[in-house]
Structure formats: C-alpha cells, structure tokens
C-alpha cells in the first residue's frame, strides 16, 4: 500500500469522492449558491472553474491523500478575498493575514489514522514555504456537521481544530471562526531543526587526532684543526 499526500488539481477534484467535487458553498456567493441548489452536475463546472481560476492566480489550493493513487482524503484552502461563500458565516469575515481552510474530508474508511492532521499540517507547511501570511483560520462546526446551504460545506469539526492547534478567534455556539498561528510553527521548525543539528553533534563521532611526528635534528659538523 502506498500512500501519499499530494497539491490539489482540477483532474485530482474531479476524481474527488465525497461532497467536495459538487458542493460550491465556499465558491459562489449566496446567491449564486442558491441558483445552484438542485443542479449538480453545474455546481461541478463552477467547482472545477474556481479552483482552476485560483491555480492560476493564486497557486495550489488543496492537498489531496492519496492511497495506492485511490483519492481518501483532502484539504481545501485560499486566500478569503477568493472564498464568496465564507461572507455566510455568522463570525466572518476571516482575518486579512490569514489563508481560509474551507474543505476538509477524510474517507470514513481511513478515519482515526491520523490523516486530517497531517492534511492541516501539509497546509502549514505550504504557507510556511509561501510566506506572507500570518495564520490559518477556519470556521468550525460545533454539534452535528450542517450547512448553512442546505448540502455539506464540509466545515471542519471545532473539536477537530482545537485538536490539531487551532484556537478560538471569534465564539459562536455553532460556527467559531478559529486561527492557528503560523509563527508558532516556524518558532517550533527552528527549534526541532536546532535540536536536531544538537543531536547529530552529541553523537558525532570524534575526529582522530594524528600523533606528532619526530624530526631527526641535524647537529652541525665540529670543524678540527688540522694542525692539532
């Protein structure tokens, strides 16, 4: 079994199992949203349209699990300014200086694994190598997963995020809005890279050190008179 994390792409979300290829709830405006309610196979085009728009403008914005090539897992994410759909959300809008996680799914044959953590952490590590952003934020979901438009926004579980590093920026008794900061990241790289450099010097074999070489002294020769 091989398994792997790889960036999201247009033919990597149309393979996508689960609601994420046909749910536009992050992607369109509400009103556009609403328009598509009972067309799926619309809300797939406009799906495919966004994140090909925010590839070009913007880069990847997604990770995808993969095991044996099969899709069982992914995270979602972009800028806010790229994201309509958050505006509907009681604890909106997201912070300027952070990057949005919208969507986020791990197949129910792969739960309790650990592969939500390492989709977040695969996040963090792409802004991290981006720079320019602060934090990551998202909306959490306390209770029974629900959208606020009437099909699956796959906003993350609060207890999920709090689990994975994120802390509450905004309460609500449904739809937190939650932030992990990024600098603590980069504080905990530097200190695990300096522990690790540490290591490797404790347990760095010594250098032999080569024993002194003798000279032979050279005595200049006694001169005799030759009349002695």
């Known amino acids: 079994m091989t398994r792997r994390i790889v ?25 556009d949203a609403g328009r598509l309610d009972h067309d799926a196979e619309q809300r797939c085009v406009e799906k495919l349209a ?9 880069g990847s914005c997604g ?5 044996d090539e099969r899709p069982v ?23 300027p ?6 969507n986020l799914w791990v197949a129910p044959s792969h739960t309790g694994v650990g592969l939500g953590r390492q989709l977040v952490q695969h996040l963090a590590r792409d802004l991290v190598d981006r720079g320019g952003y602060r934090a990551v934020e998202a909306f959490g979901t306390a209770g029974p997963p629900v959208s606020p438009l009437g099909w699956s926004s796959c906003a993350p579980p609060a207890e999920f995020l709090a689990r994975v590093g994120f802390a509450t ?45 003798r ?6 020769a006694v001169r005799r008179d030759a009349s002695a």
């Open 63 to 67: 990770r995808v699990v993969l095991d």
């Open 50 to 58: 966004w994140v090909s728009s925010v590839l070009r403008e913007w």
């Open 169 to 213: 920026q905004r309460e609500h008794p449904r739809h937190p809005r939650m932030r992990m900061d990024l600098r603590s990241l980069l504080r905990w790289r530097d200190e695990l890279e300096a522990a690790v450099e540490r290591l490797r010097g404790a347990v760095r074999p010594p250098v032999p050190v080569a024993s002194p070489t």
């Open 7 to 31: 960036p999201l792409t247009p033919d990597r979300l149309a393979a996508m199992p689960g609601p994420c290829s046909t749910c536009v709830a992050w992607e369109c405006s509400p009103a």
């Open 215 to 220: 000279t032979h002294e050279t005595r200049p």
């Open 73 to 95: 897992g992914y995270v979602v994410y972009a800028p806010p300014a790229l994201v309509p759909g958050a505006g509907r959300f009681p604890t909106s809008p997201a912070s």
């Open 97 to 102: 200086d952070a990057v949005l996680l919208t």
